[in-house]
Structure formats: structure tokens, C-alpha cells
């Protein structure tokens, strides 16, 4: 109810773009009885959360924030949300986002954007007036975990939707590995980089959602059959002799001095609780923004093809079926949504395969073996979470390059199919939230956990 209420009262966030109160309540009285027949062995058992709304829930809206899925009620539980249903957590509703994930602000939900709780400090920048973005895609999952209108929330990342926002916040969130948890159920949309993963108030609580979203799906091929540990067992607090990586190359031209100083003070954190630090190279990072901006549209352009006006949401009746297919397209996606369905198509088309998408397979390969290399050396990696703190809302979306720009220490870790978590660190000299990254081997999200604990 507490949830419920604070929900109602700060919709001004447009955190949540569908409410569930009626199936909340439900659901926690369900929970309720659980704990009165001493039944509640869920992992989550009647903790309120908040799902992205690119998850498949059954009988519930999911739009993907896109107009094209208008009135989508999908007949099927995502695997992610299914999982944690059973381990007892209760619905609060479906979270805003950028359509169909494409986006680092959450600005180009067909819903309007979230808006971050956070505030600069009065004197800073047009100050406490200005509306700032809570990053994205999983824009509203940060925004609803920050302002605590859910305990916790799914979100996904392709090249950061989960960190950055995160970051962004002063949330915790953690990209599993590739294949740790099922992508079946969720909306697609570049589905060799896609990840779910948890987002919530501090490490531990990210290890519990972790564990219990997380599992093999033979629903989902390329979900891996691999045991999930208990990750809160990995939660000792001691790093001792641990070796951490600092790449050199992650030091960009520019990078801005509070962010520096944000990565030195994690490098002297962890010396002091006894880890070993090590300088590394990870070549082919100047690569990786082009790369994903390559790979991430190609598929997404072929995934989008599904959304025809025949089988899903919305349609835009036409004479001819090519012009129902053309007007339901036009007028049910956004321009950001256009802009890659072009760019993927461009990529992929007969002339310039080669230039651009098989090359970007090469690169892609080159980075994994950066990784690769880098982890004979290192248990794990630490760098900043983004560039920048949160932005005002309507500073970037005009200029799609430095919108991308946002993604540039994330997207490395989701082209080598690694784990990656964002802690929050600190904040900077406008009181607005900064986060770390450490980037782990595959399947080694326990070290992610016990680090990330010693930074938060
Ligand atoms: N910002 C990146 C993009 O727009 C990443 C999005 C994501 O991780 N879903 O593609």
C-alpha cells in the first residue's frame, strides 16, 4: 500500500506508464498467506517491484514504449518475470523506457520521458529547475528505484540500459553475462547484445534479484546451462590480493576531471581494502561505439520487421496490404526507431555488408580477444559507469552522435558478452549521482558483487 501510494503521488516522474495496483494487491495477500502457513521459501517473497515494459507480462499492456504495440496484451509470461513471480515478488506495474530500448535518456518513449528524481544543487546550472533525464533505456525502472516507487525493477541492456541509468541515479544495477539470464518473452532488439538483469538500492539486493531471475531456459537457445551460485555467498567483503585492471585506453582525450577523480578515488578504495592494482590495455576499445552502432541496428532492423499491423498493436488500415504495412510503420514508430531500422538495413544490404557489417563482426571479435587477454592478467576491471552525470532533459535528443557518446565505457562489456555492474561512487560538484563499473570474466558475476560491495 505504502508503494501504491507514493506511485500515485509522484506520476509527475512518469515512471510507470501502466499501474497494476488491483494484481499488486493480489499478489500480496497471496504472499501474506505464503508467510502465515510458514510457506514464503521465495527468494522475493512479497517485495514490490517495478517491471520494464519490455517484458512479456500475460494480460498486462506491454508496449515496449513504442505506439506500434498500442493495446498489446501478450497471452505469455516472459521466462525473467515468470522466475520471479515464483520466487513470491509482487507487481507494482510496467516501467517507462525508450522505444524499444533504443535510446540513453528515455526520451524517445512514445510515453514522454521519465524524469530522474535527482535535482542540481539550487545555484548550479538553472539548478533545481531543471528537469533532468534518468538515462535509458531503463529510464523508468531507475527513476521509479530511486524515488522509491518499487523496492526494485527489471531492466535490460544492450549497450548500457541498465548502468548507465543506474549511474545516472544512484541505483545499482548489474548486466549479467550473456546467456545468464532467458531472453525469451522479452521484446527484442539486438538480440546477440540483449541482457536482463536487476536494478535496486545496493549490491546485496541486486545479487538476491539476480539469483532469482537468473537460470537455463531451453525456451531461449543461446540462454547457457551453467549452475547460478548463491550470490550473496560471494559477499564476504574481502578483496584481498584481488588483481583489478585499470585500462588505459578508457582514459579518453577530454574526460572530465570529476569523473577522473571519481575513477581514482575507486582505484585508492580498492588498494586500501587490500586488492592489487594493475595498469591494462584493451586495444580495440576506439572501436566499440561504431561497432555497436553497426551491429545494434542491423539486428534491430531485422527484429522490427515483425511489427507489420498484422499481428501485433496497432494498424493503420491502407488499400493494399504493402500500404497498410507502410502507413502502420510510419505512423507507429518514432524518429530514433526510423533512423536504426535505416541505418541496419543500409549495413546489411548487398553493397555494403562487407564495409560495415562484416567488418563490424571483426572488430567485435578483436574486442572479445581485448577481454580475453586483459583477464589472464586481472580478476576484474574497474572504469566510471559514463562519461558525464545526468543531463538536462532536451539537451542532447537533437543530436543523435552525442546521445551515443553516453555509451561509450558500457557498450565494450555487452559486444564481449561479459558481466558489468554499476555502483554508485559518489556525487559531483551539482549533488547529482556518479557510478563505477566493474567489468568481470563470463560467469563471474560473484566477484562483480563482492567488489561492487567494497565500492558502494
Ligand atoms: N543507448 C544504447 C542504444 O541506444 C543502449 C541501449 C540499451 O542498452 N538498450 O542503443
Not at 527489471?154 to 546467456?179: E, L, M, V, W
Request: aromatic share 8%; charged share 20%.
Amino acid at each position: 500500500d505504502a508503494y501504491l501510494a507514493a506511485m500515485e503521488k509522484h506520476r509527475g516522474l512518469n515512471a510507470y506508464i501502466t499501474e497494476t495496483p488491483d494484481k499488486a494487491r493480489s499478489m500480496a495477500e497471496a504472499a501474506d498467506q505464503r508467510r502465515a502457513k510458514g510457506e514464503a521459501n521465495g527468494l522475493m517473497d512479497g517485495l514490490p517491484i517495478g517491471i520494464k515494459d519490455l517484458f512479456c507480462t500475460e494480460g498486462v499492456l506491454t508496449t515496449a514504449g513504442s505506439h506500434i504495440l498500442d493495446g498489446f496484451k501478450p497471452t505469455y509470461e516472459s521466462t525473467v518475470t515468470a522466475n520471479l513471480w515464483r520466487h513470491g515478488a509482487v507487481m507494482l506495474g510496467k516501467l517507462n523506457m525508450d522505444e524499444f530500448a533504443m535510446g540513453s535518456s528515455n526520451e524517445t518513449s512514445y510515453h514522454g520521458p521519465a524524469t530522474n528524481p535527482w535535482k542540481r544543487r539550487g545555484s548550479a546550472q538553472g539548478g533545481s529547475d531543471v528537469k533532468l533525464v534518468p538515462g535509458g533505456s531503463s529510464g523508468g525502472s531507475a527513476a521509479a528505484v530511486a524515488a522509491r516507487l518499487a523496492m526494485a525493477a527489471t531492466g535490460t541492456d544492450t549497450g548500457g540500459s541498465i548502468r548507465q541509468p543506474c549511474a545516472f541515479t544512484g541505483t545499482t544495477g548489474i548486466k549479467p553475462t550473456y546467456g545468464r539470464c532467458s531472453r525469451w518473452g522479452i521484446v527484442a532488439f539486438a538480440s546477440s547484445l540483449d541482457q536482463a538483469g536487476p536494478m535496486a538500492r545496493s549490491v546485496e539486493d541486486c545479487a538476491i534479484m539476480l539469483n532469482a531471475m537468473a537460470g537455463h531456459d531451453p525456451k531461449d537457445s543461446t540462454s547457457v546451462d551453467v549452475a547460478v551460485p548463491d550470490f550473496r555467498k560471494a559477499l564476504t567483503g574481502d578483496i584481498r590480493g584481488l588483481k583489478v585492471g585499470i585500462p588505459k585506453e578508457y582514459r579518453l582525450d577530454g574526460l572530465s576531471p570529476e569523473i577522473a577523480k571519481l575513477w581514482d578515488d575507486g582505484v585508492a578504495w580498492l588498494k586500501a581494502a587490500g586488492a592489487e592494482i594493475k595498469e591494462i590495455n584493451l586495444p580495440h576499445t576506439k572501436y566499440a561505439l561504431p561497432t555497436y552502432y553497426i551491429i545494434a541496428p542491423a539486428e534491430a532492423s531485422s527484429n522490427l520487421a515483425r511489427y507489420d499491423g498484422v499481428r501485433f498493436g496497432l494498424r493503420v488500415p491502407g488499400k493494399t496490404l504493402d500500404e497498410m504495412y507502410e502507413l502502420t510503420r510510419a505512423a507507429g514508430f518514432g524518429k530514433e526507431v526510423k533512423r536504426r531500422v535505416m541505418i541496419g538495413t543500409y549495413v546489411l544490404s548487398a553493397g555494403y555488408y562487407d564495409a560495415y557489417y562484416l567488418k563490424a563482426q571483426r572488430l567485435r571479435a578483436l574486442i572479445a580477444r581485448d577481454f580475453t587477454e586483459a583477464f589472464k592478467d586481472v580478476d576484474v576491471i574497474l572504469t566510471p559507469s559514463t562519461p558525464s552525470a545526468a543531463f538536462g532533459v532536451d539537451e542532447n535528443s537533437d543530436d543523435p552522435i552525442a546521445m551515443y557518446l553516453n555509451d561509450v565505457f558500457t557498450v565494450t562489456v555487452n559486444l564481449a558478452g561479459l558481466p558489468g555492474i554499476s555502483v554508485p561512487a559518489g556525487l559531483d560538484s551539482q549533488g547529482l549521482p556518479l557510478g563505477l563499473q566493474l567489468i568481470g570474466r563470463a560467469f563471474d558475476e560473484e566477484t562483480l558483487f563482492r567488489v561492487g560491495q567494497v565500492v558502494e
